[in-house]
């Protein structure tokens, strides 16, 4: 089957804490794992993505983990700032074609 | 900011009326992918074109289809609006040859049905 479950649905932390999503696939096939920041009116931005030949990856402040035998993946950003603040989604590609299979998103909330 | 654009920014129509909405890919992108994004929720695929022709389909009727131009732009149109279609219809846009997965997206464009 087809399908991204991402949590938690809102997280709040406080400016320089760390934040962790966690995201679920379901297609064995999958083998490609973006996760994207969408801001209010504006489109998905990709921000890190990661391939299931490799188990981390980081950029700056924030790494993705994939762990490939329980199907899971997670984002972590570390020394949260408040421009870190929008809704994050994960999503996984379909049959390792074109096709993304995005999660429900997660609202993270960073408070000064 | 990605090189993708899409028009128009926003739109209201009837219920049964027809939509068509663009989309223009990045420079050096030649695949285009639709995603329909209703409100609180993740984007979900409609179609995605390549070489001219769609390449994959989700789970959406009919009377959703596309078009790829030879200079790998796009339209999706919509007929027959529903009440439910209202939503952000984001446009994708990919390299088929590098990374067909790895999808820049648009602005997207906010289509309110009445």
């Known amino acids: 089957g087809e399908n991204v479950e991402q949590h938690p649905s809102t997280l709040s932390v406080q400016e320089g804490d760390s934040a962790v999503i966690k995201c679920t696939y379901s297609?064995?096939?999958?083998?490609?794992f973006p996760w994207y920041k969408q801001e209010l009116g504006k489109g998905p931005q990709l921000i890190i993505d990661i391939r299931s030949n490799v188990g981390e990856k980081k950029d700056q402040r924030i790494a993705v983990t994939l762990n490939k035998t329980a199907k899971h993946f997670s984002l972590h950003i570390t020394e949260t700032q408040p421009e870190d603040s929008a809704v994050y989604f994960c999503a996984a590609n379909y049959n390792q074609g074109g096709k993304l299979i995005f999660g429900q998103g997660t609202e993270l909330s960073v408070k000064p | 900011e990605t090189g993708v654009t899409q028009s128009p920014t926003h739109l209201i129509k009837t219920r049964g009326q027809q939509v068509t909405l663009r989309c223009s890919s990045q420079?050096?992108?030649?695949?285009v992918s639709w995603y329909q994004q209703a409100l609180g929720q993740g984007p979900q695929f409609i179609f995605q074109y390549y070489r001219e022709e769609e390449n994959g389909r989700g789970n959406f009727p009919p009377r959703f289809s596309g078009l790829q131009f030879p200079n790998y732009s796009s339209e999706l149109n919509v007929n027959a609006l529903e009440l439910d279609d209202s939503a952000l219809y984001l446009c994708?846009?990919?390299?088929?040859?590098?990374?067909?997965?790895?999808?820049?997206f648009g602005p997207g464009t906010r289509l309110t049905v009445t």
């Open positions: 994708a846009s990919s390299s088929r040859l590098d990374s067909p997965d790895e999808q820049y």
């Open positions: 420079s050096g992108h030649n695949t």
């Open positions: 297609d064995s096939a999958s083998n490609y």
